[in-house]
């Protein structure tokens, strides 16, 4: 096993045309509690999350709450060492890494099954332990089994993109026939409209690209629709085609959006934002509910996995070398990848 290992370093903040992450050799994770596992990285998904992170937009929220970092959330490979209490998984199983990459399991939230949102929660790629690299260790309880037939590539993006897909339909309460729309059709977009298509929702996409509607009809979505800056219009004709609809997903980080959500749902209907932004305009008298949601637990996890295995559930995906790291940022900032790119080590 290596000393060392290649990782993309972050030591400064700053716009991810300046080529922030550097190409570093650095020491190798090694095994430091019994419970943990050695896992050689096989491909870590590139989040927009870590864009923001990196250029410095949610400074004020403490992220990244520490230099240097080793970017990376998505993380999928195969375990090398396992420490001498861990009982869940052999040498040579795949396992992924969500962004959460620990929690305190003792607490209320741990103890009702949101381990996620743990007082006390470890968040992956905000140390130096993140996926932009060839090794990481963790505690065999923040590790999900992927199944040796999934590919790596297309299973890392399962690891944050698609359990908040998962867990955004699953706030919009979905069943047989109910009407959802989804605003975003993009990484996380993409992988929402299957989800609510194995519960038997009549799905219509939203997106201000034609090509990532003709991607959302290709997954099964029963309508799509071209979004419109202009809200009157655009309601006008939502309504005129489709009606109001139960519940409404918001993947688009933009306000608007999520005031035009609201007003495209029903009295006593949902709105759930799986974004960071403000909620505009809020009328209770219609009996709304406008609901947060935030990647998922460990239990969702393996719900992913499972549903995507039975599902044959579609992630579309680019990979890269991991030195390209920088590139594939700049890509992502300028709009220039389709649905998730993966780097590869
Ligand atoms: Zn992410
Ligand atoms: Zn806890």
Redesign the pocket.
């Known amino acids: 096993m290596p000393e060392k290992m290649l990782a993309m370093v972050l030591s400064e903040l700053g716009p991810v045309e300046s080529n922030p992450l550097k190409l570093t050799e650095i020491d190798r994770h090694k095994i430091e509690k019994p419970n943990e596992i050695l896992i050689k990285i096989e491909a870590c998904g590139v ?1 927009h ?1 870590q864009l923001h992170g990196i250029e410095g937009d949610w400074k004020e929220l403490g992220i990244p709450p520490t230099l240097p970092t080793v970017p990376g ?2 993380v999928v490979g195969i375990i090398k060492e396992i420490g001498d209490d861990v009982t869940k998984f052999r040498i040579g199983d795949r396992v992924g890494i969500t ?1 959460l990459m620990g929690a305190c399991l003792n607490c209320q939230y741990c103890n009702d099954g949101k381990e996620y949102l743990c007082e006390k929660m470890e968040v992956t790629g905000e140390s130096l332990k993140g996926g932009y690299t060839e090794y990481i260790t963790v505690s065999e309880d923040f590790a999900t089994k992927v199944p040796q037939s999934m590919k790596p590539e297309y299973a890392a993006p399962l690891f ?2 698609g359990i908040t897909a998962y867990k955004a339909v699953k706030a919009a309460e979905p069943r047989k026939n109910k009407k959802i729309v989804i605003f975003g059709i993009g990484g996380v977009g993409h992988m929402a409209i299957q989800f609510a298509k194995v519960e038997g929702c009549e799905v219509t996409a939203v997106s201000r690209k034609q090509k990532h509607l003709d991607v959302a009809k290709k997954l099964g979505a029963d309508n799509t629709f071209v979004y419109r800056a202009e809200q009157e219009v655009f309601l006008n004709e939502l309504i005129q085609n489709y009606g109001l609809f139960d519940a409404a997903i918001v993947f688009a980080p933009v306000d608007e959006v999520t005031d035009t959500a609201i007003k495209s749902v029903k009295k006593g209907g949902t709105i759930v934002i799986a974004t960071v932004g403000k909620i505009p305009n809020f009328l209770a008298f219609e009996e709304k509910t406008v609901r947060g949601t935030l990647i998922g637990s460990r239990k969702d996890m393996q719900d992913v996995i499972e549903i995507s295995e039975k599902h044959d559930i579609h992630v579309i995906t680019e990979t890269f070398p991991l030195k390209q790291a920088n590139d594939v940022l700049q890509k992502l900032k300028n709009s220039e990848i389709e649905a998730r790119a993966v780097l590869i080590p």
């Open positions: 989040c999350s959330h998505e962004p944050c993109a």
